[in-house]
């Protein structure tokens, strides 16, 4: 199963990954591959960017990490394909920031919420760490789907 992280905008970063990203990302990918797991990163620019991307998302992806960085929902009209695209995943996201004023969940409200909203203030390499743990406990430990009754 893998892991999917999508990353947003974030000031000063060239190509979507502040430098800090590098090393963090290379150990990231170290503790997923030795639970037995693949960890992909996609970077995004744009809310239509990221729209795409969670569109592409499928079940093999098991569980999908949020950076939403410096993204901009500005209208109506963006909070809603925001959340209409977050309540399409077929799979369980974690939101991560480094700054509460950066959370979708409270803008976009919805009905998939995350299972987790992970904010370590300034300091946004501790929250990739605390969200892929998170991540990869739930991957190895789903809940059980509950029984379909005819």
Known sequence: MSILILRGPHPGAAAGSPPHFASTDHDLRLRAHSAGHALHCRAFDSLRDLLSRLRQVRRQDGMVLIDAGDLAVD????????????????????????????????????????????????????????????????????????????
Do not use: N
């Open 75 to 150: 209208s109506p009209d963006d909070a809603l394909a925001l959340r209409d695209a977050l309540d399409a995943l077929p799979v369980p996201y974690i939101e991560l920031h480094d700054d509460a004023a950066h959370a979708l969940e409270p803008r976009v409200q919805p009905q998939h919420p995350p299972l987790v909203t992970v904010i370590l203030r300034d300091d946004l390499p501790h929250a990739y760490t605390m969200a892929l743990a998170i991540a990869l406990r739930r991957v190895d430990h789903p809940e059980p789907t509950p029984p379909l009754h005819a």
